[in-house]
T-cell receptor, first 118, second 112 residues
């Protein structure tokens, strides 16, 4: 089954404790992206990747890191989480993106990771 | 940066009626997409409409795009209880530095 998976689905952690949220897709998609969703603010793009070893900042990259060593995986790293990073996180992938981060095709979303930072 | 804004923020209609949601944006776009999100779940893609298209259909969904007004509408005909969800538009701009921007969504509630 074609899908985007995220782990963990739920995470409660404390300020400053490094964490990684994994994202994997099995559709051979080139484009992958991370979003956070907060009440009243909608979805905001954190980072995106056009292809392996190519990543770029979205709207709200501060406090996050990403890497794209393999085509299927795009982990989101919080080196020192803070309470303002408490949010619902979504990973998404798309068949192809265009230079500049624009999308040519629909995005497929993972089920989400609900993160609470105390 | 640009932003897609959905209107209305919330909408309640009777089952069987049509639901119309609107999205406005600020700068020129390559394409506009509509997504649905059931409570707390991932987004599901509904329709992508490109900047050179004016209307697109998919089942009970009809999307229009007016680039002169920088707006789009999503029409759901003959609504069903299962259509209860939040609906988002997402735009990706022609300018290199702009990113994919989602609106804040319209919460649609279908009354039995």
């Amino acid at each position: 089954e074609a899908q985007v998976t995220q782990n963990p689905r739920y995470l409660i952690t404390v300020t400053g404790k490094k964490l990684t949220v994994t994202c994997s897709q099995n559709m051979n998609h080139e484009y992958m992206s991370w979003y956070r969703q907060d009440p009243g603010l909608g979805l905001r793009q954190i980072y995106y990747s056009m292809n392996v070893e190519v990543t770029d900042k979205g709207d709200v990259p501060e406090g996050y890191k990403v890497s794209r060593k393999e085509k299927r995986n795009f982990p989101l790293i919080l080196e020192s989480p803070s309470p303002n990073q408490t949010s619902l996180y979504f990973c998404a992938s798309s068949l192809k993106g265009l230079p500049g981060g624009t999308l040519y095709n629909e995005q497929f979303f993972g089920p989400g990771t609900r993160l609470t930072v105390l | 940066s640009q932003q897609g804004e959905e209107d209305p923020q919330a909408l309640s209609i009777q089952e069987g009626e049509n639901a119309t949601m609107n999205c406005s944006y600020k700068t020129s776009i390559n394409n506009l997409q509509w997504y649905r999100q059931n409570s707390g779940r991932g987004l599901v893609h509904l329709i992508l409409i490109r900047s050179n298209e004016r209307e697109k259909h998919s089942g009970r969904l009809r999307v229009t795009l007016d680039t002169s007004k920088k707006s789009s509408s999503l029409l759901i005909t003959a609504s069903r209880a299962a259509d209860t969800a939040s609906y988002f538009c997402a735009t990706d701009a022609q300018k290199r530095d702009d990113k994919i921007i989602f609106g804040k969504g319209t919460r649609l509630h279908i009354l039995p």
